[in-house]
Nanobody
Framework: QVELVESGGGLVQAGGSLRLSCVAS????????MAWFRQAPGKERAFVAA????????YYADSVKGRFTISRDNAKNTVYLQMNTLRPEDTAVYYC?????????????????????WGQGTQVTVSS
């Protein structure tokens, strides 16, 4: 079992930055990969970024490449999502996710079904 708690969301103007945090507890030593997804009103949950807990194998959605960075601090059991040059279309609830399973990152990192544990979400609103 892994528990995830996100924080760091808020209201920001277009062009601004936010850093989301996801603190993991429980079986963190067995965590294989973690990811960020987002869900805008009326839309399906969409992949944002993922990484292996070791710090290797970083993946990003095309819409955030060059603007968002996923990273982790193992000592704090925390994964971050640094979001720069935010756009109104980035407005969504952002969810942290984790899996203990050995998944093929290259083909599964962006699939919500690859992750077994989810946080409660944190709202990000970008005003134009």
């Amino acid at each position: 079992q892994v528990e995830l708690v996100e924080s760091g969301g808020g209201l920001v103007q277009a062009g601004g930055s936010l850093r989301l945090s996801c603190v993991a507890s429980g079986r963190t030593s067995s965590t294989y990969a973690m990811a960020w997804f987002r869900q805008a009103p009326g839309k399906e949950r969409a992949f944002v970024a993922a990484m292996r807990w070791s710090g290797s194998s970083l993946y990003y959605a095309d819409s955030v490449k060059g603007r968002f960075t996923i990273s982790r601090d193992n000592a704090k059991n925390t994964v971050y999502l640094q979001m720069n040059t935010l756009r109104p279309e980035d407005t969504a609830v952002y969810y942290c996710a984790a899996t203990l399973r050995l998944i093929a990152m290259i083909v599964r990192a962006d699939k919500a079904g690859s992750y077994d544990y989810w946080g409660q979400g944190t709202q990000v609103t970008v005003s134009s």
